[in-house]
């Protein structure tokens, strides 16, 4: 089954590992299980994407 959901343990190239899933009424899916980053890779990774986006923001401007 295809997933877009990234954070997934269960997400591989954009397909659910599992081979049965169950999905809720909000179309989620029962079985998700969030990967969990490190917190000082993760503040990095904030501060570092902001940059990008500045310039990406500066550039759009000129």
Do not use: T
Request: charged share 25%; hydrophobic share 30%; proline share 2%.
């Amino acid at each position: 089954m295809k997933c877009q959901f990234g954070y997934c343990i269960y997400n591989k190239e954009l397909k659910c590992r599992l081979s049965e899933i169950s999905i809720d009424p909000l179309g989620m899916c029962n079985s998700c299980i969030l990967i969990s980053l490190d917190e000082s890779f993760l503040e990095s990774e904030k501060v570092r994407q902001l940059r990008n986006n500045r310039k990406h923001w500066m550039l759009q401007e000129n």
